[in-house]
T-cell receptor, first 113, second 114 residues
């Protein structure tokens, strides 16, 4: 089955700096890659996703890049703010409706004011 | 849009009793819902995939007779933890799949078995 690895497990950045989280996946058939943000005690929230037919997607301060050949994808957060502090999870899935997500281990991001 | 609710948000039960957790998609229809378990400071572990009108598909190592899943309608899936034991204490989260890909999560249910 699919295996997703996520690095780093913790990331501390100064407010205003950029943060980058990287994930690799094992199954070349995976074609959907979402990123979730989870604050302490709360639900994971979908913040951005990318499908395998594009290489990059951006939404304000958040961007995701995908390298299908190398089987890795990354989350980039620019101009970080204290409210960006949370745990971020990457995931991968194969196919369309009804296909399960395989999650990475998570990255705990701390933005220091 | 894409709101998923979960009830109860927390529950404490005695060992040996059963607990039912409900997951509802409030503003969209979800033919597929998923149930996850999350331990403190860990990632989400998929327990089962719930399809409306059919039997759930369980992940390897998850006991289907212990974790009963019912997906009776396009907006409701339930997870029943039967004969709960302290080791079943955890954070249980459901998600509902909208359209082709996106999954939206419920707020989770914290189960404590005493």
């Amino acid at each position: 089955g699919e295996n997703v690895e996520q690095h780093p497990s913790t990331l501390s950045v100064q407010e205003g700096d950029s943060a980058v989280i990287k994930c690799t996946y094992s199954d070349s058939a995976s074609n959907y890659f979402p990123w979730y943000k989870q604050e302490l005690g709360k639900r994971p929230q979908l913040i951005i996703d990318i499908r395998s037919n594009v290489g990059e997607k951006k939404d304000q301060r958040i961007a995701v890049t995908l390298n299908k050949t190398a089987k890795h994808f990354s989350l980039h957060i620019t101009e970080t703010q204290p409210e960006d502090s949370a745990v971020y999870f990457c995931a991968a899935s194969i196919g369309a409706a009804g296909n399960k997500l395989t999650f990475g281990g998570g990255t705990r991001v701390l933005v220091k004011p | 849009g894409a709101v998923v609710s979960q009830h109860p948000s927390w529950v404490i039960c005695k060992s040996g009793t059963s607990v039912k957790i409900e997951c509802r998609s409030l503003d969209f229809q979800a033919t597929t819902m998923f149930w996850y378990r999350q331990f403190p400071k860990q990632s989400l572990m998929l327990m089962a995939t719930s399809n409306e009108g059919s039997k759930a598909t369980y992940e390897q190592g998850v006991e289907k007779d212990k974790f009963l899943i019912n997906h009776a309608s396009l907006t409701l899936s339930t997870l029943t933890v039967t004969s709960a034991h302290p080791e079943d204490s955890s954070f249980y989260i459901c998600s509902a799949q909208r359209e082709s890909y996106e999954q939206y999560f419920g707020p989770g249910t914290r189960l404590t078995v005493t």
